[in-house]
T-cell receptor, first 113, second 111 residues
Framework: EAGVTQFPSHSVIEKGQTVTLRCDPISGHDNLYWYRRVMGKEIKFLLHFVKESKQDESGMPNNRFLAERTGGTYSTLKVQPAELEDSGVYFC???????????FGSGTRLTVV | QKEVEQNSGPLSVPEGAIASLNCTYSDRGSQSFFWYRQYSGKSPELIMFIYSNGDKEDGRFTAQLNKASQYVSLLIRDSQPSDSATYLCAVSSGGYNKLIFGAGTRLAVHP
């Protein structure tokens, strides 16, 4: 069984640019989550999809962040325009049922300079 | 007060000893509790989950939950150098769909 795949693994962009992160969950997992870890802080929840619907986006920091999940399959997280404080590791995770432990992807390390 | 608190460590134990990792949480409504292991530069890996008060054992790992004290712990028996990692405690919030993570405890198992 393929795991959760994230692309790219690293991204370095300039302040003001746009970056799009992609996540492919485990096949059959309706629940997809985005989390991020900024330097020195805990991993923080961003949002939760159930299939293509946003179940909870309470963790999204501001309207510069836009997440989509087309057709309930892969998801993208776009940051536009990127700011310095957006630097960190963005993790995607998926689960079959809500309440299950997640399987995390390997993360995308975003550096905004 | 943080929502999920862990001692940052490092917790240093000799090979073969029992490592005890602790976590407290603030939300009395939390129902699900998870322990993740994270090696440096890698993604978190689920190793244990517990929903009910008491102990849950899986191989060398035992999770312990005390909801009255808002306390969850992870015991690792016969610790191995390969167990050296950061252990993250995570607690469900808002109806199961999201997890609140602690900052993690670094465990170092020395030969």
């Amino acid at each position: 069984e393929a795991g959760v795949t994230q692309f790219p693994s690293h991204s370095v962009i300039e302040k003001g640019q746009t970056v799009t992160l992609r996540c492919d969950p485990i096949s059959g997992h309706d629940n997809l989550y985005w989390y991020r870890r900024v330097m020195g802080k805990e991993i923080k929840f961003l949002l939760h999809f159930v299939k293509e619907s946003k179940q909870d986006e309470s963790g999204m920091p501001n309207n510069r962040f836009l997440a989509e999940r087309t057709g309930g399959t892969y998801s993208t997280l776009k940051v536009q325009p990127a700011e310095l404080e957006d630097s960190g590791v963005y993790f995607c995770a998926s689960s079959e049922q809500v309440g299950d432990g997640y399987t995390f992807g390997s993360g995308t390390r975003l550096t905004v300079v | 007060q943080k929502e999920v608190e862990q001692n940052s460590g490092p917790l240093s134990v000799p090979e073969g000893a029992i490592a005890s990792l602790n976590c407290t949480y603030s939300d009395r409504g939390s129902q699900s509790f998870f322990w993740y292991r994270q090696y440096s530069g890698k993604s978190p890996e689920l190793i244990m989950f517990i929903y009910s008060n008491g102990d849950k054992e899986d191989g060398r790992f035992t999770a312990q939950l005390n909801k009255a004290s808002q306390y969850v712990s992870l015991l690792i028996r016969d610790s191995q150098p390969s167990d050296s990692a950061t252990y993250l405690c995570a607690v469900s919030s808002g109806g199961y769909n999201k997890l609140i993570f602690g900052a993690g405890t670094r465990l170092a198992v020395h030969p």
